[in-house]
């Protein structure tokens, strides 16, 4: 799970580079700018910005070339954050 988390740190500094990206997450989350910080900070925080990416594929595929991973990884941190009944992923 750590990786995950390191996966969602790489987007949100990457996400500060893209004003439109962050202006669009931010209005999402229903947050001001002023509220990234603490937000940053929240244990949720990995888990709904990766939402934000996976909503789109375009959007998904730049920030996976922007924190030099795959797609399906991001979607798989995705996944192991959000636990049994995420995208298709059931508990045994």
């Not at 995950?4 to 439109?20: G, Q, Y």
């Not at 070339?65 to 995705?78: E, F, G, L, N």
């Amino acid at each position: 799970m750590q990786q995950a988390h390191d996966i969602a740190t790489r987007v949100l500094i990457a996400m500060a580079e893209r004003r439109d990206d962050l202006v669009r997450f931010l209005d999402g989350a229903g947050l001001q700018p002023s509220d990234l910080r603490a937000f940053a900070d929240r244990p949720d925080m990995a888990l709904f910005l990766l939402d934000f990416l996976v909503e789109d594929d375009e959007r998904l595929c730049a920030f996976a070339d922007a924190v030099d991973v795959r797609p399906q990884d991001i979607m798989s941190a995705r996944t192991a954050l959000s636990g049994p009944g995420s995208y298709g992923w059931s508990a045994d």
